[in-house]
DNA sequence: CTGTATCCTTAGGGATACTG
DNA sequence: CAGTATCCCTAAGGATACAG
């Protein structure tokens, strides 16, 4: 039940990063407001990679791939994702601006989802 | 972002087993698949009743409040693990049995999550 | 800036004995 | 059966120095 994923809270928060956030470098992720370190960053980004779930990006020739985006598989999260924003929406004490996000997702959640998708898979190869 | 429940292995575990599994006793969560221990599951316990999550059924007058449930807020979480098993259906390999129980979330996912949703509430009090 | 390597500490958790 | 209490140990992970 990929445990993996949903079993670690690093992992979750550097999904959430990249997903909405628009975090995209190392050093973008690195400054989460949680504050992971490098060595336990860099494991994750391993892992994600290797589950085929985060991939770098080769703009062939730019040296050093610094930039990560979600894979197909990645993007496909977008519904697990959504549901536990609506739960926290409706069950967590959460803030006022994430309460106001979350709207857009209530409003219309096929269609935010169908949005972030496609924005996620902009310059896909 | 409700890192307690997504980022612990245990947790998610446990959810999936009262929601889906039929366990209801200690004992039935206690022989998990996966081998919990018995202070790890009754730690787990504790934090998902203290978040409202679970609670122990009080059949008033039987004693000792062995069986669990979920709470209205945890049979919410419905929809995110139905998502989580789409998921695992389109990336994961997963075993013959779980897809063929797929499938029925797949045909109809809103009917799925009612129907289950109305089972898990039965005798709610 | 993007990582890798090491060190060091703590907490998570397995095993198991024990209690109501 | 339903938990609590301990013990012990490994592994997760924070801090930080270092490397490409």
Tied chains: 1, 2.
Excluded: C
Excluded at 24 to 52: C, F, H, P, Q, V
Excluded at 74 to 95: F, K, Q, R, T
Aim: hydrophobic share 40%; net charge negative.
């Amino acid at each position: 039940m990929s445990v993996e994923i949903w079993g670690d809270k690093w992992t979750l928060l550097i999904i959430r990063d990249l997903m909405f956030v628009g975090k995209k470098t190392y050093g973008d992720l690195l400054a989460s407001e949680e504050g992971i370190a490098t060595n336990i960053l860099a494991d994750r980004l391993k892992m994600l990679t290797e589950n085929g779930i985060v991939e770098q990006t080769q703009t062939a020739g730019t040296r050093s791939g610094s930039a990560y985006k979600l894979t197909q598989k990645g993007i496909d999260l977008l519904p697990i994702m959504a549901e536990i924003y609506l739960w926290s929406d409706a069950h967590l004490d959460i803030s006022d601006d994430l309460r106001r996000r979350i709207q857009s997702i209530k409003d219309d959640k096929a269609g935010f989802i169908a949005d972030t998708a496609r924005e996620l898979s902009k310059g896909d190869g």
